[in-house]
T-cell receptor, first 112, second 116 residues
Framework: DQQVKQNSPSLSVQEGRISILNCDYT??????FLWYKKYPAEGPTFLISISSIKDKNEDGRFTVFLNKSAKHLSLHIVPSQPGDSAVYFCAASRTGANNLFFGTGTRLTVIP | EPEVTQTPSHQVTQMGQEVILRCVPISNHLYFYWYRQILGQKVEFLVS????????KSEIFDDQFSVERPDGSNFTLKIRSTKLEDSAMYFC??????????????FGDGTRLSIL
């Protein structure tokens, strides 16, 4: 089951620069997308979401972009901070369904 | 901020034994979920629960699994006869409502289940 893919297992960014995390999906029925952040020994923490009726959603330093035609979304973090170092999961679902489909995650390291 | 709590944080069980994982969802949430993450793999959906019944389940959620909301606060996952391949991190999640699609699921910190 590879409906949601995060092809970069890791990413390193200098503090203050932009972090861009990418996610691709294959199921055109998905209409709701989320990003979660996960620290070791903790559960996923909700970060930001976007509905398929939008192509951008912004919350402080975090912006999610959705390209429906390419079935691609990305999370931009700017400026990146050392506390952002974590594993970031992309997840997707469709209206009427309850479950989330997760990607495999990208480990972000922000270097001070 | 309210949070989903899970107990225990780590459970070690002999193969073939029954295990119950416990969760206290956020108090005004109506939808409840269990997910699991086998080491090195992605988080996978197991089951969703609403209005005291299962609303959706995955292929993983076979007859060995069951869920229950025995009172107004707890939500449990039972594995009747554990197998080695049940070793994983199990996450509970809850969501306030499904009517507005922009309602994220909130996750607990998980229970690490180790089957010997």
């Amino acid at each position: 089951d590879q409906q949601v893919k995060q092809n970069s297992p890791s990413l390193s960014v200098q503090e203050g620069r932009i972090s861009i995390l990418n996610c691709d999906y294959t199921n055109s029925m998905f209409d709701y997308f989320l990003w979660y952040k996960k620290y070791p020994a903790e559960g996923p923490t909700f970060l930001i979401s976007i509905s398929s009726i939008k192509d951008k959603n912004e919350d402080g330093r975090f912006t999610v972009f959705l390209n429906k035609s390419a079935k691609h979304l990305s999370l931009h973090i700017v400026p990146s901070q050392p506390g952002d170092s974590a594993v970031y999961f992309c997840a997707a679902s469709r209206t009427g369904a309850n479950n989330l489909f997760f990607g495999t995650g990208t480990r972000l390291t922000v270097i001070p | 901020e309210p949070e989903v709590t899970q107990t225990p944080s780590h459970q070690v069980t002999q193969m073939g034994q029954e295990v119950i994982l416990r969760c206290v969802p956020i108090s005004n949430h109506l939808y409840f979920y269990w997910y699991r993450q086998i080491l090195g793999q992605k988080v996978e959906f197991l089951v969703s629960f609403y209005n005291n019944e299962i609303s959706e389940k995955s292929e993983i959620f076979d007859d060995q699994f069951s869920v229950e909301r025995p009172d107004g606060s707890n939500f449990t996952l039972k594995i009747r006869s554990t197998k080695l391949e049940d070793s994983a991190m199990y996450f509970c999640a809850s969501r306030r409502s499904s009517f507005n699609p922009i309602q994220p699921q909130h996750f607990g910190d998980g229970t690490r289940l180790s089957i010997l």
